[in-house]
């Protein structure tokens, strides 16, 4: 019973990681990336069978608003009142297949809604300007960028049942809208209240509005009965130069490696406890790197659990942040003086909510 929960635990934590990758935790624009990369081969005789599907749904909320330029917070921003909010709701919506032992497919659509409030894209953040500190929302909602996925376990999973690994490649369909628009406010010189309509920020648009493609990489090894390790990750290669919006299609890159416990196998429990590492790079591998992009990532541990109930599956996981870094963007590092560097805005925390269903 330890190793069926155990195996349940793997496959649920490398499934929905893959599923779920990423939502944007906050100005640092990774999109909510879906896909599938299969299940654990060590529990397909109990989990996925050849022709079987697996219905995946998640929702996943972040709040963000500590601003950081490199490593370093500026607390000013909050203590001022002056700190960009998002909040970010998003629920996926997944289906994979199981062709045999080795291979799955899966398809993959995430939507979104977002809320974004800041002084600086309205009245502005200086006294001058805006002496009441009027805050200001803009916001979008609906579907985000589609993703399918083919993953391949490597090891034969009759000869590898305490440890095996997969690698997937996948393509990102520009399904979201990365046009979105809203209505912002401004003064006019008389100091009354004006409003025009422009693109919102590239945190809180649905898509980056270009094709891509990704490999993933999965895996899981036994330690003891009750013990195993997990890994994953991937990378999303965006050629794309910049959109319609004249905003930046970058690359997007996220890894995870933690173990999971088979707590109460009886009742079908398991806890894990791992990091995770989810970015955006300065420079794409391919195409253009201009456009507006706010580059950086996140080191954060991972806490969660997961229950399973025959063909159901229930996992929960809050992600802290350890590490914030807004890196120099492409546009920063062709300033001659080298001052030049933005900053971006960063949650503290991202909560997770998964379930599956076999059938």
């Keep these: 019973m330890k190793t069926l929960t155990l195996n349940i635990a793997c496959f649920f934590i490398l499934f929905t990681f893959s599923a779920t990758m990423l939502n944007a935790q906050g100005c640092i624009a990774i999109r909510n990336m879906m896909s599938c990369t299969g299940g654990n ?6 989990l996925t069978h050849p022709g079987q599907f697996q219905l995946t749904t998640s929702y996943r909320y972040f709040h963000s608003f500590r601003h950081f330029r490199g490593d370093h917070e500026e607390a000013n921003r909050v203590a001022e009142g002056t700190e960009v909010i998002n909040d970010s709701h998003s629920i996926d919506f997944g289906l994979s297949y199981t062709l045999n032992d080795r291979w799955s497919l899966s398809i993959n659509l995430p939507v ?27 916001g ?16 034969d999973p009759a000869t590898h049942m305490h440890g095996n690994f997969a690698i997937g490649l996948g393509i990102k369909a520009p399904t ?17 209240d004006s409003t025009i309509t422009k693109f919102v920020d590239q945190s809180i648009q649905l898509g980056d509005g270009g094709w891509g493609a990704s490999i993933e990489l999965q895996g899981y090894q036994t330690i003891t009965p009750a013990l195993s390790l997990y890994y994953n990750g991937f990378y999303l290669f965006n050629p794309k130069g910049v959109n319609e919006a004249n905003l930046s299609v970058p690359d997007q890159y996220a ?23 989810e970015g955006l790079p300065a420079i794409d591998i391919f195409g253009s790197s201009e456009g507006s992009r706010r580059p950086g990532y996140i080191v954060s541990v991972e806490p969660g659990l997961l229950w399973n109930s025959g063909a159901h599956t229930f996992g929960f996981s809050v992600p802290v942040a350890l590490y914030r870094n807004r890196i120099k963007s492409y546009s920063d590092r062709q300033d001659p003086t080298g001052q030049k560097h933005g900053d971006a805005a960063f949650a503290d925390y991202l909560i997770s909510a998964n379930y599956a269903y076999r059938f």
């Design 140 to 155: 979008s909602a609906g579907i985000s960028d589609l993703r399918v996925a083919a993953t391949y376990w490597v090891l």
């Design 176 to 192: 979201g809208k990365s046009t979105v628009k809203d209505v912002f406010h401004k003064r006019t010189n008389s100091g009354a």
């Design 112 to 138: 979104n809604f977002n809320r974004r409030s800041s002084l600086y894209e309205h009245y502005g953040n200086s006294e001058e300007s805006n002496p009441e500190h009027m805050r200001f929302a803009t």
């Design 41 to 46: 081969p060590n529990s397909l005789s109990s």
């Design 255 to 277: 890894g995870r490696l933690g173990v999971s416990y088979a707590a109460l196998p009886a009742l079908g429990l398991a806890l894990n406890l791992g990091g995770r590492i």
